[in-house]
């Protein structure tokens, strides 16, 4: 499978030009640090200023008493989110049978698996989406248009920040907060639950893709 047009010309025009496909054969995997560069700039990154907003929000205000933030509901309310996104995740799967759509439930299935937290979770949580990168890097041809567009990769890259910063909450990585670990604890839990959501909308609103030309032609003319 080639590289659309509109991605393969996109690299070509930022200067990376003796990559792998940006010549008229067909396109392959490009470089690792090239393809960093065209993700990286079409996030927009404000949108990862959101977990802390909210870490800023709800550690003062549990810490003070101002609101009660119970961990409970948050608990509760991840598995059912994260299930909900897989199962729209398949059903997308199910209709477009596209590597995306693998990719994506086959993320969600990790994160599931971690919520329900048996023994080893965590690693292979770590593991698995480490795995899948490296498979969206290897066969970069077959996710070109969910990943080179900024509709996929901002809210992936929120969700992903959203993580990381809950880690941290959960080990006690920002000494700078106020309260104690036991207050981050209860802020931990609706800090992942705003990267389940961003899942979830990546699941439910998958991003549309208009076929390329040069795919059409090469489809009309297979038998």
């Not at 659309?4 to 792998?20: E, I, V, Y």
């Not at 076929?211 to 489809?219: I, K, V, W, Y």
């Amino acid at each position: 499978m080639a590289i659309p047009n509109k991605t393969r010309q996109t690299l070509a025009s930022k200067g990376d030009t003796d990559l792998p496909g940006t010549s008229p054969e067909v396109m392959q995997r490009p470089a690792f640090g090239a393809l960093i560069r065209f993700s990286l700039k079409r996030i927009w990154y404000p949108a990862w200023l959101l977990p802390w907003i909210l870490v800023w929000i709800l550690v003062p205000a549990h810490v003070n008493g101002w609101l009660s933030v119970p961990k409970q509901p948050a608990e509760i309310a991840s598995p059912i989110l994260l299930g909900i996104a897989l199962l729209a995740a398949l059903v997308h799967l199910a209709r477009e049978r596209n590597a995306w759509g693998c990719w994506l439930s086959a993320l969600l299935f990790t994160f599931l698996c971690r919520e329900f937290h048996f023994a080893g979770t965590s690693t292979a949580v770590y593991i698995g989406v480490l795995g899948l990168f490296m498979l969206a890097w290897r066969r970069y041809p077959w996710f070109a248009d969910h990943l080179g567009s900024g509709k996929v990769l901002t809210p992936l890259s929120t969700a992903l920040m959203c993580y990381f910063v809950a880690v941290g909450l959960d080990s006690h990585w920002w000494k700078f907060l106020p309260g104690d670990k036991y207050d981050w604890a209860h802020v931990e839990e609706y800090i992942e639950l705003t990267g389940h959501l961003l899942l979830l909308k990546l699941a439910l609103f998958p991003v549309p893709v208009t076929p390329r030309p040069d795919t059409a032609r090469s489809s009309s003319t297979q038998p």
